[in-house]
């Protein structure tokens, strides 16, 4: 069964920083590119930045570059979003998946909110 299980979401300050991870499961995740994707309130969904397999090399959405980094650990399965500078139009449920969207996790709710 294909798993992608994200967490480190939460409620943070205007400026602030938090890391979002997703745990992969079911697959074989290196060998996909990965994306990561969110869902403002009451929006569709926003591409933010996607990784190729082997790490390299990163894209980023104009809204979120210079702020975001993307990156894998392919030994642990994982997907991260390392997120500075946070602003309020950054809130929303983040989602991993990979490059063709075949397979998605349940989603981390990030807040930015003073």
């Known amino acids: 069964e294909v798993q992608l299980v994200e967490s480190g979401g939460g409620l943070v300050q205007p400026g602030g920083s938090l890391r979002l991870s997703c745990v992969a499961s079911?697959?074989?995740?290196?060998?996909?590119?990965m994306r990561w994707v969110r869902q403002a309130p009451g929006k569709g969904l926003e591409w933010v930045s996607a990784?190729?397999?082997?790490?390299?090399?990163?894209t980023y959405a104009p809204s979120v570059k210079g702020r975001f980094t993307i990156s894998r650990d392919n030994n642990k399965n994982a997907l991260f979003l390392q997120m500075n500078g946070l602003k309020p139009e950054d809130t929303g449920v983040y989602y991993c998946?990979?490059?063709?969207?075949?397979?998605w996790g349940q989603g981390t709710q990030v807040t930015v909110s003073s």
């Open positions: 079911g697959f074989t995740f290196s060998a996909h590119a």
């Open positions: 990784i190729n397999s082997a790490g390299e090399p990163a």
């Open positions: 998946a990979n490059w063709r969207y075949d397979y």
